[in-house]
């Protein structure tokens, strides 16, 4: 069965340091991985993406995610957080075969929290 | 903007009682999904449309029920309300089926349901 697990409900960091948001996955096959972020009555909105190719994947609002098959993690990061990069972040996978080809799944969200 | 939208933006109502909310999906996008988010089960995904045929079920109850009509806009029924059913409900569409490497899925801003 398909899972992504993000084991921090909550990251807190200063504005200007490094963070790192964790997500972990289980899926059969070949895994499409993907980053979304949700702000307070918002929508989800796409950040990045791996299908395959370079490990390091860059996306939106100067995010980027690392993908590592052997630990099967995919962890979003970005250089110096903004107080605005504060939201809610769902990591998703799906699959690129059988009969949930298409369907997402998500992990529990992790909330982010960047303090001035 | 994602391009994707979603009627009514709330909705109240009282247990027993039947909705429909409605998805129009980005131009030129066939597929669309319906997932369901709410404290308890995080974000589920509910139901999948290709081109007005159904694709992929999920975790979607016998009491809901979704269409989407030849003009690709979809429809989820939501009947026999009960207080669990209070959620954030979400679409979402996508260019494709499911495969391809630019096939991320853009969210609605969600149509949230209270029922009392």
């Known amino acids: 069965a398909q899972s992504v697990a993000q084991p921090e409900d909550q990251v807190n960091v200063a504005e200007g340091n490094p963070l790192t948001v964790k997500c972990t996955y289980s899926?059969?096959?070949?895994?499409?991985l993907f980053w979304y972020v949700q702000y307070p009555n918002r929508g989800l909105q796409f950040l990045l993406k791996?299908?395959?190719?370079?490990?390091l994947v860059k996306g939106s609002y100067g995010f980027e995610a690392e993908f590592n098959k052997s630990q099967t993690s995919f962890h979003l990061k970005k250089p110096s957080a903004l107080v605005s990069d504060s939201a809610l972040y769902f990591c998703?996978?799906?699959?690129?075969?059988?009969?949930?080809?298409?369907?997402?799944?998500f992990g529990r969200g992790t909330q982010l929290t960047v303090w001035p | 903007d994602s391009g994707v939208t979603q009627t009514p933006k709330h909705l109240i109502t009282a247990t027993g009682q039947r909705v429909t909310l409605r998805c129009s999906p980005r131009?030129?996008?066939?597929?669309v999904y319906w997932y369901q988010q709410s404290l308890d089960q995080g974000l589920q995904f509910l139901i999948q449309?290709?081109?007005?045929?159904?694709?992929a079920k999920g975790n979607i109850l016998e009491r809901f029920s979704a269409q989407q009509f030849p003009d690709l806009h979809s429809e989820l029924n939501l009947s026999s309300l009960e207080l669990g059913d209070s959620a954030l409900y979400f679409c979402?569409?996508?260019?494709?089926?499911?495969?391809?490497?630019?096939?991320?899925?853009?969210f609605g801003p969600g149509t949230r349901l209270t029922v009392l």
């Open positions: 979402a569409s996508s260019v494709g089926l499911a495969g391809g490497n630019y096939n991320e899925q853009f």
């Open positions: 449309y290709y081109n007005g045929e159904e694709r």
């Open positions: 899926v059969s096959g070949n895994p499409y």
């Open positions: 791996y299908i395959t190719g370079d490990n």
């Open positions: 131009s030129g996008d066939l597929s």
């Open positions: 998703a996978v799906r699959t690129g075969r059988g009969s949930t080809l298409g369907r997402l799944y």
